[in-house]
């Protein structure tokens, strides 16, 4: 039993870190989506520090979203790690025995269920495929290759993002989790992207 209750631990504390890293996603992409908005802006010599901006938080968008969706290392925090772990059985039930009393465990399970379809739809298509090659030879690695990486528009990591974000909530759902907190923040994460260049521009204006 004791074993079984740090296995448990060990996955809420992944699933916490998700968390955490869903927020950051959001933080990231709230600031490439809020200053594509503005485009195009017309500001001389400002021109080159903004897109410098924006590539930084894409990049950094992207080196996120490959980490929350991989399934590599057993020591990371990933949705593909900790479906690699209710792969356990026993594991898996011992989450709908502790949390799903009043008759909750038919829907976690369900819920669980969904999770591993759409997990694997998610790093089965193109675009997951297109991102995470991007990712591991331009941003991870810097590799010198025969063939040109594949071209992958932001959307592509958009998209995937909101997967991420489902998938999240799911999880929180299927183990009888409390809701993650970045669907709290999500308002104040655009507040702050909006703050941001407003006073960059509002500054630069001036």
Known sequence: MIEMLDRANDLIERVGK????VANLQAFRGFVEELDRRCPIRHGPHVEPIRTVRAACLRSAIALVVAILDSKGSDRTSLGQIIKLLADAALE?????????????????????????????????DRFKCVAQLRHDQIGHLLIRDEDT??????????????????VLIVHAGLGMLQPDFVKVRRETDANARMFWDTYLAAISA
Do not use: N
């Open 150 to 167: 594949p071209a992958s528009e932001h959307i592509d990591v958009f998209w995937l993002a909101d997967e991420a974000e489902r998938l």
């Open 18 to 21: 998700l968390d955490d890293a």
């Open 93 to 125: 039930e011992f989450f709908l025995g502790k949390r799903g009393q009043r008759g909750r465990d038919s829907s976690m399970r369900g819920k669980l269920a969904k999770l591993r379809d759409r997990y694997a739809s998610v790093i089965d298509s």
